[in-house]
């Protein structure tokens, strides 16, 4: 493998995002960024993964990067337009601009990948959970990679993809390479991913997962990444757990359910089945597996409805 095809991607993804971060917190400060810069610790610019989306689309193996390409263009629309609701609805612009773009990436892959495409399109969803503290998502694809590059080799995954030169190994070694260059001031709290960037990284993700083990391959290690973002916001999420849905002694599986099927798309899946019910589970086995969490319904009457009746105390409700 010629080594400016991951030398150039790694210095093209740490220049351009401090280059962009430099220019963001100049135009941000000034009022001329809108939805892309925030007042979060202290000012921190949005989408910067902007920047290894562009770097994924113009180096990732031909053709999967047209999926990389899709998904990153619906979602730099969600980041622009934010929080806008369609009408008196209460599905926000950027929901529906993010379910189109995982819609077509599942209908463009299907013909090439087949099932697959729908598990990577889904994939979308965990990545973008994990991207609610500073450098999670970026440890995950970091993680993620270097697994997937291990299991090739160890494997003796061979080429699958009929571009002279490139193998299999090489998406998962571009993709870690890419996250690693922009990743140093998304550790530090500097800048955030937004959902150009997570999107773009779960798609790129969920393809080196088909290259090492077809259909199988993707949906194993579909869990492996919900249950590794588990793991990593756990403490976070049963202090959410506790002062917005009063579910004060979360299991593992509430975790896994969330990092699944939370979040605004979730949600909007719950209003539309569940309507305005909520349905309390009281068996064992299901509360182990989640459910509590799956069927939560946030668009329910909750005068009528805790998980629980314990009080939520102060240092939970500071945090």
Known sequence: MNYQYILVPFFASLILTIVLTMLFRILGKRGYLGNL???????????????????????????????????????????????????????????????????????????????SSILIALLIQPINISDMQPGSTAIVVIIMSIFTILAMIILEVGPIISVPGYYVYYAP???????????????????????????????????????LGGFWGTLILFIATTTLIALIRRNSLKRFFAIKLNLRDPTFGDYFMDILTGGGLGDILRRIILRRKQYTVTNSFFISLGFRRLLYNPYAHRTHYTHNKYKIDSSLERR
Not at 184 to 211: Q, R, T
């Open 173 to 211: 070694l571009l993709l870690l390479v890419i996250c690693i260059g922009y990743s140093p001031l998304d550790f530090a709290g500097k800048i955030m991913l937004g959902e150009v960037g997570n999107h773009s990284f779960a798609v790129a993700l969920g393809v080196c997962f088909y290259m």
């Open 37 to 115: 810069y925030t007042d979060v610790r202290g000012g921190t610019p949005r989408a910067l993964g902007i920047v290894p989306f562009i770097v994924l689309s113009l180096y990732f193996p031909y053709w999967f990067n047209n999926l990389i390409l899709i998904i990153g263009i619906f979602a730099l629309f969600d980041d622009l337009i934010g929080r806008r609701k369609v009408g008196k609805s209460s599905i926000e612009w950027g929901q529906l601009s993010r379910g189109i773009g995982m819609i077509i990436v599942m209908i463009a892959g299907f013909p090439i990948i087949g099932y």
